[in-house]
């Protein structure tokens, strides 16, 4: 008598082709972004920061049309559109994404277009220093003295 053969179970590769470019578009979507709330844009009071460098960033990029909220958002399609967003290999700042059975292609530039903000010139920053100040760059972050605090010292104040 021949050996029984078993079934093998396989994966299941189908997914909602309308809503999801591939399964792992589709995975991402129901590990992640299915569970999360969309956060609503605030509208940030520029003189806010009128004495921080970020004031001056942000008009200088010209970035000042997009510091106030535009209006509400469809939750599904926001969704949908970062499950299934991917970056484009071999290519800086071009990305694809699939929303509701289209294929979208863009880059930086058709964002600052839809934004009605300029495209930031492409900058080659220098090699970072071998050591950094911490302390430094949590001041230009907060946009006043403050003190970094290193997980390792966090660790060790817990552990007292």
């Known amino acids: ?28 979507f129901t590990e992640s972004f299915s569970r ?15 004495d ?12 000042t049309p997009i510091l106030t ?10 969704q949908e559109f970062y499950a299934n967003l991917v970056s484009k290999p071999n290519e800086d700042y071009c990305f694809d994404t699939y929303i509701h059975g289209n294929l979208f ?17 492409m900058q080659q920053y220098p090699p970072a220093p071998s050591r950094v100040n911490y302390d430094e760059v949590a001041q230009v972050l907060c946009g006043r003295p403050r003190a970094w605090y290193h997980w390792q010292n966090l660790q060790r104040l817990w552990n007292v």
């Not at 709330?37 to 009128?50: A, G, N, P, Q, Y």
């Not at 921080?52 to 970035?63: A, E, F, K, N, Q």
């Not at 909220?69 to 939750?75: M, Y």
């Open 105 to 121: 292609q863009f880059d930086s530039t058709d964002v600052c277009r839809v934004l009605g903000i300029q495209d930031p010139p």
């Open 1 to 28: 008598m021949a050996p029984r053969k078993h079934a093998v179970k396989r994966p299941s590769v189908s997914f909602d082709a309308h809503r999801f470019g591939s399964k792992r578009a589709e995975e991402r």
């Open 36 to 50: 999360r709330k969309l956060r609503h844009e605030k509208t940030v009071h520029l003189d806010d920061f009128i």
């Open 69 to 78: 909220a535009t209006g509400d958002a469809c939750l599904e399609l926001v």
């Open 52 to 63: 921080s460098p970020v004031h001056g960033w942000l008009v200088d990029r010209g970035w």
